[in-house]
C-alpha cells in the first residue's frame, strides 16, 4: 500500500493539480493549509471565526481529501517577517522565500504532517527530486524553464528531501492549467504567487516603516569617491542596484552601489560600478557533500538571473568565494547565492558582499607542498585561485572536480 502524502494547498492551481495528481496516481492524499497571518483574506485575520468554513475546503471538496488548516501566525512571524525586516535593517537585502521553503513548509508544516501520519509533504514548487544508487538525494531543475522553483529551495536538507514531493517538476505550467481546465478543478485563488507574499499593497519601504516603530534616519548620498551629492531618507528605502528614488540630478543615472549601514550612508555610481568580478557566500547548505577544493559551477545571485560560470572556492564547509567567468550586475548582500551543476542543485547560501580580498598568485602554494606541512590553509586556497580562475569557456558538460557528492544520472530514480 502507498504511503500517505500531505500536499500543501494555498489555493492555487498549482498545488490543486499536485493533490490531483497523487491521487490519481492512487497514493492517499490529506491536504494541508497554513495560515500565515498575512492573508488577503479577512476570514483568516479573525481568530474568533471557525475553521470549518474557510474556502480552502472547496478544494478538499472537488478532491475528495479531508483539508486540516494550520495556524502558523508565530512561525512565520518569528521566522520570516522578522528575517525580512532584521536583514534589511542591516543594510541587506533579504530573500524570505529561501527562508520559508526550510524553516515553514518542510520545517512547521512538515512537523505537523507528520504527526497527522503523513509519510510526505507534496507542494507545486516547479522543481524534481531524484535519489541516486546510494540512497542520497538531489535537487533537480523543473522541466519549466520559465517557471522553475529549484532556486528557492537549495537550502533543503537531505531529511527534508526525503520527504518532499514536487508533482508538477516535469510539467510546464501551460500544461498544468490545461489538465486542470480539463478535469474541472477551479483555484479558490486565481492570482500567481508573489516573491514576497506577506506584503500585499504596500510598497517595502511602507511595510518595513510599520514594523517594530521603525523610524526614517536621513543620511548623506555619496559617489564611490567620497563626494556628497545629495540626502536620502532611510537605508531601508533603498537596495543594491536601485535607480529609482535616488534623487541626484547627473548626466548618466546614478544606481545604488552600497548600503553602509554603520555610518548611515548611501553610496551611488554608475551602472558600471555595479560590476563584480567575485563575491563571498555564507551559511552554505551542501544538498549533498561539501566541496573540499575548488570546482568550476554555475552560480545564481538571483531568482531573476541566468545561472554563470564561475568558480567556487571553499574556505571553510559553509564559506566559499565565488569568481565569476564575466563580471556580474549588482551582487547584492543577502540575497541567495545558488550553486549549479548543469540542471542539479549543489546548494546556496547568503552573498556576504563583492570579495575585495580574493585570493591572488602573490603567495601561492602547491597543495603537494601544502600536504607536505609547509604554508597554510590560505595559501592553498591562493593556489587554487589561480589554477582555476582564469576566464573559461562553458564547463557545463565538464566533471566537478573535489567533491563527494555523486552526480545525477539517467540511472537515477526520479520521485
Known amino acids: 500500500m502507498k504511503k500517505t502524502t500531505a500536499v500543501a494547498l494555498s489555493g492555487g492551481v498549482d498545488s490543486l493539480m499536485a493533490a490531483f495528481l497523487l491521487k490519481a496516481q492512487g497514493h492517499p492524499v490529506i491536504g494541508i493549509h497554513f495560515i500565515t497571518g498575512y492573508e488577503n483574506d ?21 478532491l475528495g481529501i479531508a483539508v486540516t488548516l494550520l495556524d502558523c501566525r508565530i512561525e512565520f512571524e518569528q521566522q520570516v517577517v522578522d528575517y525580512f525586516t532584521d536583514t534589511y535593517l542591516a543594510g541587506q537585502t533579504p530573500n524570505p522565500c529561501m527562508v520559508c521553503n526550510p524553516a515553514i513548509k518542510f520545517g512547521a508544516v512538515l ?32 522541466v519549466d524553464a520559465q517557471k522553475d522553483q529549484s532556486y528557492f529551495l537549495a537550502r ?41 507574499c506577506f506584503i500585499k499593497r504596500d510598497s517595502y519601504s511602507d511595510f518595513l516603516t510599520r514594523q517594530r516603530g521603525l523610524a526614517s534616519e536621513p543620511g ?13 531618507n532611510g537605508l531601508h528605502l ?23 549601514r554603520k555610518n548611515n550612508r548611501l553610496v551611488v555610481g554608475l551602472k558600471k560600478d555595479l560590476l563584480s568580478t567575485a563575491c563571498r557566500v555564507v551559511d552554505i547548505n ?22 554563470v560560470p564561475s568558480v567556487l572556492l571553499p574556505v571553510d564547509p559553509r564559506t566559499a568565494i565565488v569568481r565569476f567567468d564575466t563580471a ?20 546556496g547560501g547568503w552573498i556576504d558582499g563583492p570579495d575585495k580580498n580574493a585570493p591572488s598568485a602573490d603567495n601561492t602554494e602547491t597543495e603537494d607542498q601544502n600536504s607536505a606541512g609547509s604554508g597554510t590553509r590560505g595559501n592553498r586556497l591562493a593556489a587554487d585561485f589561480e589554477r582555476y580562475c582564469r576566464p573559461m569557456t562553458d564547463h557545463r558538460n565538464r566533471p566537478s572536480e573535489g567533491t563527494n557528492s555523486q552526480p545525477v544520472t539517467r540511472k537515477d530514480a526520479e520521485i
Open 42 to 62: 479577512p476570514f483568516c485575520q479573525n481568530r474568533s471565526k471557525s475553521y470549518a468554513n474557510h474556502k480552502i475546503h472547496h478544494l478538499g471538496r472537488q
Open 111 to 142: 512537523s505537523y504532517v507528520r504527526q497527522l501520519g503523513a509519510d510526505y509533504l507534496a507542494t507545486g514548487h516547479y522543481a524534481r527530486i531524484a535519489r541516486d544508487s546510494a540512497g542520497n538525494f538531489h535537487l533537480r531543475k523543473g
Open 156 to 196: 533543503l536538507t537531505q531529511e527534508q528531501l526525503a520527504r518532499a514531493r514536487f508533482p508538477l517538476g516535469g510539467m510546464t505550467k501551460r500544461e498544468v492549467k490545461r489538465q486542470a481546465r480539463a478535469h474541472g478543478l477551479q483555484p479558490v485563488v486565481e492570482r500567481e504567487s508573489q516573491d514576497v
Open 220 to 232: 548623506p548620498i555619496e559617489d564611490v569617491e567620497g563626494k556628497i551629492l545629495g540626502r536620502h
Open 238 to 260: 533603498f537596495t543594491i542596484g536601485q535607480r529609482r528614488g535616488i534623487n541626484c540630478p547627473a548626466a548618466e543615472p546614478y544606481y545604488v552601489i552600497r548600503i553602509d
Open 286 to 307: 551542501w544538498i549533498n557533500a561539501a566541496p573540499a577544493a575548488a570546482q568550476k559551477v554555475l552560480t545564481r545571485v538571483r531568482y531573476r538571473h541566468k545561472e
Open 328 to 347: 556580474q550586475e549588482a551582487v547584492t548582500p543577502g540575497q541567495g547565492a545558488v550553486f549549479y551543476r548543469e540542471d542539479e542543485i549543489l546548494g
